[in-house]
């Protein structure tokens, strides 16, 4: 279990020192600012709102394409011939990889969640309620949000495994893993009598188990 947190730690640590996470972690909260000062409407258009929007809109496509390219790199760099002399499982280097830059994605949401709920307070003209109301509303978005980023983050670990080309890893996360993910929000926006934040977390969870699973057993049969 200390070599699962050992690789934990180090794969956070790289994706935080990456130049694509930095510009998500101050990116994706200055955009919502921007976008406030953009709007012609001031106040009428919460940024709270528009923040579960950026989130869900561009997170997930992000989380596959990142783990799909940098999963075929390492992968064809021969990085992980040199875990085959160390005491790591290669299950810890999969699930590793997913928690680290789950943690990451859930770190550039709240900056941007939050980024939009400071602005709101300063400057929207809406009545408390109706803000708190949205507040509470963006909020539930941004964990069904996490939801479908979750299975797009295991769909790209997978992609990456199975395919040897980086361009091709990345058009497949693009097209496949952002649709995987779209299986944790539609259905529950349109069935009736049914909860969209319970659903989506439970679809979402289910499918990353499984799709992890599906990654874990193909790494484990990955000739290095």
Request: aromatic fraction near 10%; avoid cysteine.
């Given at each position: 279990m200390k070599s699962l947190f050992i690789l934990l730690w180090d794969e956070f640590r790289g994706f935080a020192k990456s130049k694509t996470m930095i510009a998500m972690w101050i990116g994706m909260p200055l955009v919502v600012i921007v976008m406030h000062f953009l709007n012609p409407v001031q106040g009428d258009f919460p940024?709270?709102?528009?923040?579960?929007?950026?989130i869900a809109s561009i997170?997930?496509?992000?989380?596959?394409v990142i783990l799909s390219s940098t999963m075929a790199n390492e992968i064809n760099a021969n990085v992980y011939a040199l875990f085959?002399?160390?005491?790591?499982?290669?299950?810890?280097?999969?699930?590793?990889?997913?928690?680290?830059?789950?943690?990451?994605?859930?770190?550039?949401?709240?900056?941007?969640?939050?980024s939009g709920i400071i602005v709101d307070l300063i400057r929207s003209s809406l009545p408390s309620e109706i803000l708190k109301a949205l507040i509470r509303y963006s909020f539930e978005n941004l964990l069904i949000s996490l939801s479908a980023m979750s299975i797009a983050c295991a769909a790209?670990?997978?992609?990456?495994?199975?395919?040897?080309?980086?361009?091709m890893a990345v058009?497949?996360?693009?097209?496949?893993?952002?649709?995987?993910?779209?299986?944790?929000?539609?259905?529950?926006y349109f069935l009736e009598n049914v909860n969209p934040l319970v659903f989506s977390i439970g679809v979402g969870l289910a499918a990353t188990v499984i799709i992890l699973s599906l990654g874990i057993f193909v790494f484990q049969k990955k000739q290095f």
């Open positions: 940024m709270t709102l528009f923040s579960g929007i950026i997170g997930g496509l992000l989380a596959a085959l002399i160390r005491p790591v499982k290669r299950w810890q280097i999969v699930i590793a990889k997913y928690i680290a830059f789950m943690f990451s994605l859930i770190i550039a949401s709240l900056l941007s969640f939050t790209g670990l997978v992609i990456g495994m199975l395919v040897k080309s980086v361009a058009i497949l996360s693009i097209y496949l893993g952002q649709q995987m993910s779209v299986i944790a929000i539609l259905p529950g």
